[in-house]
């Protein structure tokens, strides 16, 4: 309550100090007044921000050049290493290219001594493989002359009993 109470009192002077203002002196005074204080701080306003722009900018200047200053130490140290490492791998290479050369060299021996072998075994191979297809087309013959002999024994008998119900339907049917 004590703080509406002062509030209050506060705004009744001043509409008081108001009311004496304009019927004390003319509104083109008060106008007068009123622009100069706005020109005075617009003047302060702009002189503050003038100088903030200012210092900001040499703020700006000193951390892109600290920037740029790590970023040149920076590059420099990954430059180096990735040289370092490019020379440990090209001397690897080197160390791998002279290996897979003699292994080659070693490889083109045993090609020829197992291309020898592979000659071999193909004619055995194929040795085999004849001697295989005679002893099939053998078993294959055997085969054929069986099952050749008990379809004529299964034919016969199937005519053998058409010919038994043929008779017995013709002798019924009379």
């Known amino acids: 309550m004590a703080k509406k109470s002062s509030v ?18 003319d509104l083109n005074d008060l106008k007068k007044n009123v622009e100069g204080l706005v020109k005075t701080t617009k003047k302060e306003i702009s002189s503050y921000v003038d100088s903030d722009l200012k210092d900001l900018k040499k ?3 000193k951390e892109r050049s600290k920037i740029e200053k790590m970023i040149d130490k920076t590059l420099k140290t990954e430059l180096k290493n990735a040289q370092s490492f490019m020379n440990n791998a090209k001397k690897d290479l ?3 290219q002279k290996k897979f050369e003699s292994s080659l060299k070693a490889n083109k021996k045993v090609k020829k ?7 071999k075994v193909k004619k055995k191979a194929k040795k085999v493989a004849k001697k295989v297809k ?16 008990k ?24």
């Open 113 to 119: 001594k197992a291309k020898k072998a592979v000659k």
């Open 151 to 174: 379809k004529k024994k299964v034919v016969r008998k199937k005519v053998a009993k058409k010919k038994k119900a043929t008779k017995r339907t013709k002798t019924r049917k009379r």
């Open 94 to 96: 080197m160390s791998l």
């Open 134 to 149: 005679k002893k099939a087309k053998k078993t294959v013959r055997k085969t054929k002359k069986k099952t050749k002999t």
């Open 8 to 25: 209050l009192k506060r705004l009744k002077k001043i509409q008081k100090n108001v009311d004496k203002l304009i019927s004390s002196s």
């Open 59 to 61: 703020k700006f200047n």
